[in-house]
Each structure stands twice: as structure tokens, then as C-alpha cells.
């Protein structure tokens, strides 16, 4: 039972911060998870807690920006559960560095782990989504797909990259019955939203309380950008396709 009962999910950074909430909250709702996050975080013992609770959950380690390692993730989670029909591509990285002293590496890093994984991820995924039928894709972009902010040129364009992913990608498989949507989060109380505003701050840039809560009210809250994303993975959303859904308290309509 659940509004996600009987779909196989597989959540890019699924041990962490929203994307640790969207695996909860998708195993809660009747999905089989498959985390996978990098060999170093908690994904183990994510899944086995979420196993012990009675929910059908793995963690399959990689590092999405790596195609040999997102090809066996994505088999470990076929293997265990069946062909997936859910995929969050959640995992994403930061930069807030002036833009005059970032590096190429800096450029090449954040692309690869924000950008490129999205392909690699959903490449490896679809040919089994669409033998299964169809399904839901879901990428997390971000309010700095269409806000720019001081610092973050590097992270900005990354998820504009995103934004257009998602919806590109709708328009090319809505004829297979798969919809790609992008849930767009403002400023959250995760590792990423912290560290972000501990390192605008240095560079000068006012995310204090103040200028938050001028901006979008409060920080937003990691199951608020899950329940965003469960919607777009359950059937409720299933005219929904290739939208930009905004969790940010109104920020970027104003
Ligand atoms: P987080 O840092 O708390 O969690 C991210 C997870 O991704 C971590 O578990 C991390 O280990 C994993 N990860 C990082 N690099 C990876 C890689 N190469 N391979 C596999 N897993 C990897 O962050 P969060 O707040 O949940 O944010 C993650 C996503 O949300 C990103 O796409 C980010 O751009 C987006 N986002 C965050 C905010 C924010 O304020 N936190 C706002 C808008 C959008």
C-alpha cells in the first residue's frame, strides 16, 4: 500500500540530506529503494535501518559522475528489485567560490557531478523504464537554475543544465510514458544549504536569518523538497511532465 506501492525507486544521493528524506519517504509510501550515494556515506546503515523498519531497501555505492560505477549501481538495484520506474537524480554538489578564482577542475568537478550524472544515471535507467512500461523522472534543480547568485556561476549553470534536462527529457519519451520533472528547492537546512551560506558569508554575500527569511520566510525543510518529489513520482502527477516545481516559499515569484 502507499502511493508509490508496486514502483521500483532509485535515488542519486539518497543518503543524504533531501535525498536521505526522499528515500525514507518513498520506502514509507511502498516503493523498493535503491540508495545510491558515495561508498563513504551512510548509505549501509540508511538501508538497513529502513530494512529493520520492514521496507524493501539497498544501498548500491557509487559515484554518479562515473559510468562504470553508475552502470553497477543501477544493475545492483535491477537485480534486487526488478527494472526501476522511479529515478531521482538528486546527488549535487556545491561551489560558492568568486568566479575571477575558480579552476577548470572546479568547472570540470561541479559539471560532472551535477550535470553529467544526470545523463549517465538516466541513460543506464531508461532502457528499463520503458521495457517496464514507464515511469517518473524526477531531477533536483534548484531556485539557482533562474536565480543568479554572487559566487555561484559554476553552481548556477549547472542546475540551468538541469532545469533544461528535465524538461528535454520529457518532451523526447512522453510518447514511451515516461514524465521528467524537476522539483526546484530554495535555501534547506541540509549539509548543502548550511555550508553554502557558511561560504557566501565569507565571500560577502547577506544570507543571514534576516536576508533568508526577506527571501523565502525560513529555510525549507528536507521533507518538504521529498513530499514535492513524491508527488511527482506517484501517478497524482501523472499529467504532470516536464515542469519546474518550485519548493521555495515564493522566492523566485516574486
Ligand atoms: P546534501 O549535501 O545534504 O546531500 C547530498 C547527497 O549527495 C549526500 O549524501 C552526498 O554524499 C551525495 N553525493 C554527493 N556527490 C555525490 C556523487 N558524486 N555520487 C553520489 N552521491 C553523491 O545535499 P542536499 O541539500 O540534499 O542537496 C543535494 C541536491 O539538492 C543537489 O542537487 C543540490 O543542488 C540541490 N539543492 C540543494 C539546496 C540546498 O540549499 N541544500 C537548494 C537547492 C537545491
Known amino acids: 500500500t502507499g502511493r508509490l506501492a508496486g514502483k521500483v525507486a532509485l535515488i542519486t544521493g539518497g543518503a543524504g540530506g533531501c535525498g536521505l528524506a526522499a528515500s525514507e ?8 529503494v ?3 550515494d558515495l561508498p563513504r556515506s551512510k548509505g549501509d546503515d540508511v538501508a538497513r535501518r529502513l530494512r529493520e523498519a520492514g521496507h524493501d531497501v539497498i544501498f548500491a555505492p557509487a559515484d ?3 559510468a562504470e560505477q553508475v552502470e553497477n549501481c543501477v544493475k545492483a538495484v535491477t537485480d534486487a ?3 526501476i520506474t522511479v529515478l531521482m ?3 549535487g554538489i556545491l561551489a560558492a567560490v568568486p568566479f575571477l578564482e575558480t579552476s577548470e577542475e572546479e568547472w570540470d568537478r561541479i559539471m560532472a557531478v551535477n550535470v553529467k550524472s544526470m545523463f549517465l544515471v538516466s541513460k543506464a535507467v531508461l532502457p528499463g523504464m520503458i521495457e ?3 515511469g517518473s523522472v524526477i531531477c533536483t534543480s534548484s531556485i539557482s537554475a533562474v536565480v ?3 559566487m555561484e556561476v559554476l553552481y548556477c549553470t549547472s542546475k540551468g543544465a538541469c532545469h533544461m534536462f528535465a524538461r528535454a527529457l520529457a518532451v523526447e519519451f512522453r510518447d514511451r510514458n515516461i514524465r521528467s520533472n524537476a522539483v526546484c528547492p530554495g535555501f534547506i537546512a541540509t549539509a548543502h544549504g548550511l555550508r553554502e551560506i557558511e561560504l557566501l558569508t565569507k565571500n560577502g554575500v547577506d544570507v543571514s536569518e534576516e536576508a533568508i527569511a526577506a527571501a523565502q520566510g525560513r529555510l525549507c525543510r528536507p521533507d518538504e523538497v521529498a513530499k514535492a518529489a513524491l508527488f511527482l513520482a506517484s501517478d497524482d502527477a501523472s499529467f504532470v511532465n516536464g515542469a519546474h ?5 515564493a522566492y523566485t515569484a516574486i
Open 81 to 83: 528489485f526488478g527494472p
Open 34 to 36: 535503491g540508495i545510491v
Open 89 to 91: 537524480n538528486h546527488a
Open 148 to 150: 543568479g547568485t554572487p
Open 132 to 134: 517496464a512500461g514507464g
Open 25 to 32: 519517504l518513498f520506502a514509507a509510501e511502498g516503493a523498493k
Open 64 to 66: 554518479v559522475s562515473d
Open 245 to 249: 516545481l518550485f519548493a521555495d516559499n
